[in-house]
């Protein structure tokens, strides 16, 4: 069966360079979604993942969306060409809520299928996707008074995707802190966030309860100098190279349980570190919604405090909106 997948806006390249290296032949585009033989590979610049994708032909748009809702009831529309059309279509389909998420809050859990129109009457649609988001867009109703800066997203909408967070009291370490966003989400949660950075954090970070900040650099800390940590995040500017030396660094040390890191691309996409970081096991390395030339690459060990599994970017449909 065929699997078409969608590329994060702004990184279809990306995906195109990802696929070819995992051997998946890309047989035809349209737009953002590459279409390629076979089972899902695992795709990081995929922003979702349509699996066993199937192609019908429509003759109107009411046997389009009578086809769609003999399949299944939630569906997401991808209309980069044929807009209006596939708008008249969406419009008999049934209502699927595209409220944004509140923080804390799971992943909805119900089914959502993706589909698009290929011409005017053909129509290819997936009942499967990766991902419960509508294009994979996972939006929050923002806060635009607490954090100092729009970073905070790209942490609530990994903890939201990974189905984890820090618990109140937990120790976290935030390294590249500055100006504090993901430490005042650390914070907020309840909790204990030594953040590390060279610049001070914003006034009204660092006096939250139970934020510590030193001013040093992320990469001249010795995990032994450290207890032992329930949250390693580092979101610090840096060669992906160099933070994935840092990140084995910690992994040897073998005192920390969870991390969630951004790697930062300058210029061209480093492929070769992200696959480094890709085949550590038991991690997920994904492109956030929020990100922008990065990737979130996480790892939860065993004892994690999760509010549910996670779900892999290539894995089985799990959920809608
Ligand atoms: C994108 S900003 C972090 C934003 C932050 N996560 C937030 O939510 O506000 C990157 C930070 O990395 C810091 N940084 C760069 N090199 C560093 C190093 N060697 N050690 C620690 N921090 C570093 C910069 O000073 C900058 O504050």
Redesign the pocket.
């Known amino acids: 069966m065929p699997t078409a997948y969608l590329a994060a806006e702004d990184f279809t390249a990306q995906l195109h360079e990802e696929l070819r290296r995992a051997g998946a032949r890309v047989t035809a585009t349209h737009d953002r979604l590459l279409l390629a033989d076979g089972e899902a590979v695992a795709s990081a610049w995929a922003a979702n993942v349509w699996h066993d994708v199937r192609e019908v032909a429509i003759g109107s748009i009411g046997d389009a969306a009578e086809k769609l809702r003999a399949v299944q009831r939630n569906w997401a529309m991808y209309a980069p060409r044929h807009h209006r059309r596939a708008s008249l279509i969406q419009e008999r389909l049934p209502h699927v809520s595209a409220k944004p998420l509140v923080f804390p809050s799971p992943v909805p859990t119900a089914p959502l299928g993706s589909w698009t129109l290929l011409a005017p009457d053909r129509l290819l649609y997936a009942a499967h996707c990766a991902s419960p988001f509508a294009n994979g867009e996972l939006a929050f109703v923002e806060d635009r008074d607490g954090?100092?800066?729009?970073?905070?997203l790209?942490?609530w909408e990994a903890f939201t995707r990974l189905g984890a967070r820090p618990q109140p009291d937990a120790l976290c370490l935030?390294?590249?802190?500055?100006?504090?966003?993901?430490?005042?989400?650390m914070a907020s949660l309840g909790a204990r966030v030594i953040a590390?950075?060279?610049?001070p954090l914003?006034p009204t970070?660092a006096e939250m309860p139970g934020v510590t900040w030193r001013g040093?650099?992320?990469?001249?800390l010795d995990p032994a100098s450290l207890p032992r940590l329930d949250w390693l995040?580092s979101?610090?500017?840096?060669y992906p190279a160099r933070l994935l030396t840092l990140v084995q660094r910690w992994l040897v040390a073998g005192t920390v349980r969870n991390i969630v890191c951004?790697l930062?691309f300058q210029g061209e996409t480093d492929h070769n570190t992200a696959a480094a970081f890709a085949a550590i096991p038991g991690s997920r390395l994904f492109h956030a919604h929020h990100n922008k030339h990065e990737l979130t690459w996480a790892l939860l060990r065993s004892g994690a405090a999760r509010e549910h599994e996670p779900s892999t970017a290539a894995g089985p449909h799990h959920g809608s909106q």
Do not use: N, Q
Not at 147 to 152: H, I
């Open positions: 954090p100092p800066s729009r970073a905070y790209k942490l935030d390294l590249g802190a500055t100006p504090g966003g993901w430490t005042w989400v590390v950075d060279k610049a914003d970070v040093e650099s992320a990469f001249a995040c979101d610090v500017i840096c951004t930062k």
